[in-house]
C-alpha cells in the first residue's frame, strides 16, 4: 500500500479535519493526496474490488485546479479533498452503473445534486464505489461487478448496499465517500467495515440524479472514518433542492460547530427489540460497553420498548419491492440501459432486455412488488404494511417523548463470510433487523465503531427525532473523543 | 403459502420479465417464503390505523408552478438511447 508520510503521520491516516488544514498551509498539494489514494485503490483493486470506476484522468485535473484554487485561497470548504461517489448517484460524462449489468453502457448526461454540491465544494471524484445492484442487498454480493470484500478479513462480505463506499473508507482508499440507505445501506457496512455512517432524515438530502430504489424510504448520506467528517461532509451535501419533491425547505444547522456540545442529561433509550435473542453476545458486551462511556459522560439511560417494532422487517420487504417494482419500470431497454440482440416484437423487447439487465436479487424484489401492488393483494399487503409503518412510525414518535435518542446495535452480528446467505433471502434480509425502522419512520441515524467481536467491527447505533442530525453527530463525537476505535485500520492497509 | 408455477410465471408477465425455465422454481420457492413472512404483518391490529402516506408527519408532496424550467437536452440524452434516427427511439414494429 502507497503511503506519504507528512510530519510523521502517513496522509491517509489524517482525518478530514486534519486534511484540509494541510491542504490549506500548503503542507502537501490536492495531486500529492489525489495520486497517494488513486494508488491505494489501484493496489487493493484484485483484493477487494471496492470500485467500479477509477476516474484518474479527471480526477487528476481537478486536484490540479484545486490546488490553483488553494494557491490562491479560493474555493470550498472542501476544497482539494478526494472523494468515492456511490455508483447510484449520477455523475455527468462518467459510467453509472448502479451495480448493474442494465446501466453497464450508461454515461450519465448530468450530475446529482449531491455530487454537484460536493464538486462545488471543492471535493475531487477519484472514481464510483461498487455497491449490491440497484441498491438492492446486505452484502455487496448481488453486484454485477462483483462481490466487493471486507479489508478486516477478504474472506468475509463488507456489508451493503454501499459496500464499496465503507470498503474503501475502511481500507483509507477514500477519506470520505458518499452513500445511501433505504433498509440500513449506509449503517449496516459501515457497522461492518468499522467506520462511520449516517443516514440523514428523509429529505434532508437532495435525491436528484441518486437513482431510486424505494422512494419512500431513500435518503443519501456519508461514510467518513469519523463523526467529525461527517459533520464536514453533510454540511455542504444537505440543502434544499428544488429538483426534487420530496426535498425539504429547512435551514441547514452548523454540523461541525455543535460536535462538542456537553451531554450532560442526555436522555438515552435503549430498546428491549435492540437487545432480543438474535444479538451476538460478543457484539452485545461492546455495546453496553458503549453505553457505559455515555453513563460517564453523564448521560442517563433509560429502557423503553417499541412493540412494533418487530414488524418492520415483514413491512419494509412489502412497501420496498412494491415501490422498487414501479421505480424499476423505467428500465424498458428504449431509452437508455441494456437491450437485447434482435427483438422480435416490443413484448419480447422488455421481456429480454429486463430478464438479461436485471440479476437474480433485482428480479426478485421486482416480481414480489409487482405481486402485492396487483389486483387483488393491493389491500392485504401494501395497504396493510403501510399502516403496520404508521403504528412503528407512532412507537417512534412516543420514545423521543422521553428520550433524546436511543442506542443499541447496528447489526447483529459481525461480519459473515461471502456465500454464507445468499442462498436463503429472508436470512439475509434479517440483517437489517436494527435499521430498517429508522427508515420506515424518515428519522436520521448512524453507526459508529465501538470495539470488536471475533476480531472484527462492531457498530453501535444512534437513532434520533427527525432533523436532529447535529445532535446524532455530537453524541457519537463525544463519544470518539473518548475511544480510539475510529481510528483502527485493518493491518494490511495501515 | 405456495405460489404455483403458472402464479410465477404470471407475475413475471405482469413485471414484463422473461425467466429462464430454471429460474421459475427458484422464484417459487423463495417468493412463496417471502409472502409467509411478510404475512406476519397480519398479527397487528390495524383497523383503527391510516396508511401511512408521507414519511415526514405533517408533510405532503410540496407541488411547483407549472411553469417550463429545462431546456431541451434531447440530443445528449438519446446519446445513451439503444436505437435512435431522426431524433425518435426506435423500437420493433408495434402496429401493422
Known sequence: MGSVNVNNVSLHRKTLAQLIAGLRAKEFSSVELTRLYLDRIEASQTSLNAFISVTREQALVAAEAADRDLAASRGGALTGVPIAHKDIFCTAGVKTTCGSRMLDNFVSPYDATVVAKLKAAGAVMLGKANMDEFAMGSSNETSYFGPVRNPWNTALVPGGSSGGSAAAVAARLAPLATATDTGGSIRQPAALCGVTGVKPTYGRVSRYGMIAFASSLDQAGTITATAEDAAWVLREMAGFDPRDSTSVEKPVPDYVGSLDAPLKGLKIGLLKEFFDKGLDPENERRIREALAVYEKLGAQLREMSLPNLPLSVPAYYVVAPAECSSNLARFDGVRFGHRCKEPRDLMDLYKRSRGEGFGAEVKRRIMTGTYVLSAGYYDAYYLKAQRVRQLITSDFTRAFGDVDVLIGPTTPTPAFEIGAKTEDPITMYLNDIYTIGANLAGLPAMSIPCGFAQNLPVGLQIVGPHFSEAKLLNVAHLFQRETDWHTRVPERFS | ?96
Open chain 2, 1 to 96: 403459502m405456495a405460489l404455483t408455477r403458472e402464479q410465477i410465471e404470471n407475475i413475471a408477465h405482469l413485471a414484463r420479465l422473461e425467466l429462464q425455465p430454471a429460474e421459475v422454481p427458484v422464484y417459487q420457492e423463495s417468493l412463496s417464503a417471502i409472502l409467509d413472512f411478510v404475512g406476519e404483518l397480519d398479527r397487528a391490529d390495524t383497523a383503527s390505523v391510516a396508511p401511512m402516506a408521507h414519511p415526514l408527519p405533517g408533510l405532503s408532496q410540496r407541488l411547483r408552478p407549472d411553469a417550463v424550467t429545462e431546456q431541451d437536452h434531447h440530443e445528449l440524452y438519446q446519446e445513451n438511447a439503444p436505437q435512435v434516427a431522426s431524433s425518435l427511439y426506435l423500437v420493433p414494429k408495434v402496429i401493422e
